[in-house]
Structure formats: C-alpha cells, structure tokens
C-alpha cells in the first residue's frame, strides 16, 4: 500500500532511520558508563582523528581566513569601515563559519572513515571475531569512536578558528599595513565570552554527531563491498545534514540566551 | 587413518556439544527446523550441505553470534542461550572460531591480533609470557617471521594460518572452522587441512567443520553430517556417505 506513495515510504523510512538512530545513541550512553572502559583504543582513535585531520583542518582555517578577508575587503573600504575587519572576522569565524566548515570538513575525513572501517570490519566478519575473543564490539569499535570525535571536535575547531584567523591577519598586513599584533590586539577586544562559549559547546555536539551516524552507518551496513561504499557516503551526506540542524537549533538555543 | 576407526576412536566419549531441536528462522524464511546434533571429545565433525543451507547459521547460533528462535544448546555442559554475557565471553575463551575469510583486524599487525585474545581472557598474564604464547602460536602455523606485518601483506593462505594461530592461542577445547579450505589453491588447501589434523593431534581438540570441500572431508571427518532440508538429513563416516544409494547424499561427493 505504501510503496504506491513513494514520499509516504521515504517518510517512513527517514523516520525509522531516526528511530535506529536514536536507538544506538541510547546504547552508548548505556556502554560508555559500564566496565571495562577501553581506554587504549580510546587514545588510538584520539591520535586517528586529532593529528591525522590537523593538517586538513589547518589548510582549510587558513583558506577560509585568507578567502573570506579577500572577499570582505572592498566593500568595508567601500564604506570605511576597514578597521573592523578583525572584529568582524574574528566574531563570523569563532561563532559560526569556522565551527560550520571545519565540522563539514572532519565530517568528509572523519565520518566517511569511520562507515567505511566499520562497515568493511562487519562485512569481512571481524566484528563477530571480535566478539567471539570475548570483546565487546559495540564499546570497542563504537564507544571509543564516538567519544574520540566529540572530544577532538572542538579542538580541531579551535586550532581552525585560529589559522583562520592568522590566514586573515597576514590579508591585512600585505594589503593594508597591519600589524600582527595591531590586528590580534582587535581581535581579542572584540571576542567575548558569548562568543567562545556557545561555539564551543556547539563544537561538542558537531563531534557527537559525526561519531554517532558514522559508527551508526557503518556498524549496520548490509553485506557486501556495495555496502561499505553506501555506509561511508551516507555517513557524510547524513552528517551534513544533521551538523545544519544542530547549527540551527544552537543558534537558536543562544540567540534566547544571550539576546 | 581408515574411516571407521577414526570413527570408533571418537566412540564412548563425552559430548563436547550437544544440540537437541534447534529452530531459526528468518521472517518467513525458515533455516533450521529441528536440528540435532552431537560433537564428542577429540571428535573431528564435518558439516557438509548446500550453500544457504544454514551451516554458519549453525555454528553462529552455538557460539552465541546469533539466537536460536527455540531448542537447545549446550557446549562444555552449559546451556548458553541461559548464560549471562560474563559467563558467555569465559565460555568462548574455550571455543577457537577460523572464519571464511580468516576475520583477521586489517588494523592491527599480526602481534596485535594474536594479543587480542590474550589480552581480553588473560588480561593479568605478563608481557613475557604474552611474547611467548604469540611466538608459540606463530609457530605452530609455521610463520614466525610475520609477527611485525599487517594482514595486508600476507598471501590468502597466510592470513588463512594467521586465523588460525589466533584461534589456537588460547588452547581452546573445541574449534569451529567455517569454510577452512575455500579459496585458497589445492596445495595450501591441503596445508591447511594438515595444520588442522596437527592442531587436533597437540591439543586433543574437538572440531567442527564446515566444508564443501570433499578433500577435506575424507582427511579430517571421523564423522559427517549432511544438513540437507532445513535439518540434519543425514550422518556417517565418509565411506558411508559417499557410498550412499541415496541420490541427494551421494550428489555432495561428486
């Protein structure tokens, strides 16, 4: 009945994806309190995402700095108004663009890795493997990489903001004569806590998700290689959408907090 | 050795494993109707049937992978569809597992999977003795020299003997090999099928097989089970089945 309304089945379908979804996010939580914690597997994930995403994550800060400093330039100038530009730099990247970008970019790097090792590690049995040697697959393979991603997350965010914000700086010093530490000393002025705070925890959030539906995708993928490539691309394209809503529920969350 | 008596060496020994009325299905799709089964000590049973016949089904529900919808299984005298997780993960430290494609962590170099075991059942063992049991286990399969390679480096039969070591390194009571022979060419077919008799011989092993492959079965089987019909249609020594007059049992060992 419902396969002759096609939007009807992908209703019902995206629900039941949400449904899962939420399901394996409550099994987390569940495992990431009980024993034995796997902490060396943990600290391998750390070291997988944090130091193999910095070099992708610090090109990416310094472009968006460079690029956006470029394209904002003449029409401040236009109205006079080029003295604001570290404020206005600063404030854009560290609330909303840096955490946005960075997290789109860790969700590629990140998210479609994790769906693609998972998703191969179910389809050539070594998740059952891993069981059957008395291992816990879910808090091995899932809970390290969930809690990894939300933690190296913000991070990754942070030391972006700031490459962003020195790709910005060096603009201004080349083509308008300021100094590093004319434009740094602008840039701190203009930062407050308002500013880091909600971006921070938002960073947080951004992790999780990229953790969450790239174990989620990859974990329950459906036999096969077709399978795998389908885990790791999902796991992006629902990431992505998801990092938009959480951005938008976040805005909204401190625009009521903080006016 | 002679069929029957590799099949009277297995008489008046205890059952390692014992399955009485198992039932799974999927949705519709019934795959195991009142299946009954035995594995005795020392014992080498081969499980032969169609592919989709729901052999690793089978060996999936007995090692706990999957949950039978009714029936009964007990190994090592214990009933595990009531065993609590704790008790299920000591039970499998007894269990060795081969799997088709060896299974072997892509991520890990051939130490770090030998030590994975280790390191869940025997977490309190010191780093010598560790060393040494991986050593040990590498030797065994005679392929010391890989200890520091990823699996992507090995041929198919080498990860093949990699699983194997890894399956052996807790000096299980029984081993299920799912399929121990398939794709690898005849000679390391054959090598495989060797190390399997030599694992049995050192460590008074049971096993059970599963296999398509006749070879295999007329060298390791004390005991065949055809699973043919959603059950266990029938069981004898190789001579027995492959002199079957029944069409269906003689059609596997064409």
């Known amino acids: ?259 | 050795m002679d069929d029957s008596v590799k099949y009277k060496a297995t008489l008046g020994k205890s059952p390692v494993i014992s399955i009485k009325g198992l039932n799974k299905s999927f949705g519709e799709n019934v795959v195991l109707n009142d299946f009954n089964m035995e594995i005795f000590e020392d014992e080498n049973l081969v499980l032969m049937g169609k592919s989709g016949s729901g052999k690793s089904v089978l060996i999936k529900c007995v090692i706990g992978l999957m949950e039978p919808d009714s029936g009964t299984i007990e190994v090592l005298g214990r009933d595990i569809i009531t065993l609590k997780q704790q008790e299920m993960d000591e039970l499998r430290a007894e269990i060795g597992f081969l799997f088709q494609g060896s299974a072997l962590y892509d991520s890990m170099t051939v130490r770090e999977n030998l030590e994975f075991p280790l390191r869940r059942h025997r977490n309190k063992m010191n780093g010598n003795k560790t060393k040494d049991l991986v050593m040990e286990a590498l030797e065994n399969v005679g392929l010391a020299h890989t200890l520091d390679l990823m699996p992507a480096e090995l041929s198919g039969g080498m990860q093949r003997r990699i699983a194997l070591a890894r399956a052996l390194i807790l000096k299980p009571k029984i081993i299920f090999y799912d399929e121990p022979t398939t794709g690898l060419d005849p000679i390391t077919a054959k090598e495989i099928i060797l190390l399997m008799l030599d694992v049995q011989k050192k460590y008074n092993t049971s096993s059970l097989i599963i296999t398509h492959d006749v070879d295999c079965a007329r060298v390791i089987a004390n005991r065949i089970i055809l699973l043919y019909e959603k059950t266990n249609y029938a069981e004898g020594t190789f001579t027995e089945l492959s002199t079957s007059s029944d069409p269906k049992v003689k059609a596997f060992f064409k």
């Not at chain 1, 449904?19 to 309190?33: D, I, N």
């Not at chain 1, 109205?79 to 970019?105: K, Q």
């Not at chain 1, 891993?130 to 091995?140: I, L």
């Not at chain 1, 938009?244 to 009521?256: K, M, P």
């Open chain 1, 1 to 259: 009945m419902v396969g002759n309304f096609p939007i009807a089945a992908n209703l019902i379908s995206f629900f039941t994806e949400i449904g899962a979804l939420s399901h394996f996010a409550g099994r987390f939580f569940k495992e990431l309190f009980s024993r034995p914690f796997e902490f060396r597997e943990f600290l391998r994930q750390c070291y997988q995402m944090g130091n193999k995403s910095l070099v992708l994550v610090g090109i990416t800060g310094f472009i968006l700095g460079l690029v956006f400093t470029l394209q904002s330039r003449p029409t401040l100038l236009e109205f006079g108004a080029v003295s604001w530009m570290p404020s206005m730099i600063s404030i854009s990247i560290v609330r909303e663009i840096g955490p946005v970008i960075i997290a789109l970019i860790c969700a590629g790097r990140i998210g479609s890795s994790i769906g693609a090792e998972l998703g191969s590690m179910k389809v050539t049995e070594q998740i059952d493997a891993m069981e059957v040697s008395g291992t816990n697959p879910f808090k091995f393979l899932v809970v390290t990489r969930i809690l990894a991603a939300t933690l190296m997350l913000p991070i990754l965010i942070l030391i972006g903001d700031l490459v962003a914000v020195i790709g910005s700086a060096l603009v201004e010093n080349v083509k308008g004569d300021v100094s590093f530490l004319l434009y740094f000393n602008q840039v701190f002025e203009a930062l407050e806590y308002s500013d880091l705070l909600p971006a921070t925890i938002k960073s947080f959030f951004f992790g999780f998700a990229i953790g969450l539906v790239g174990c989620f995708k990859g974990y329950n993928s459906s036999k096969g290689t077709a399978g795998v490539g389908k885990a790791a691309n999902s796991a992006v394209v629902f990431t992505s959408l998801l990092l938009f809503v959480l951005d938008f529920i976040a805005v909204f969350v401190s625009d009521v907090i903080y006016g």
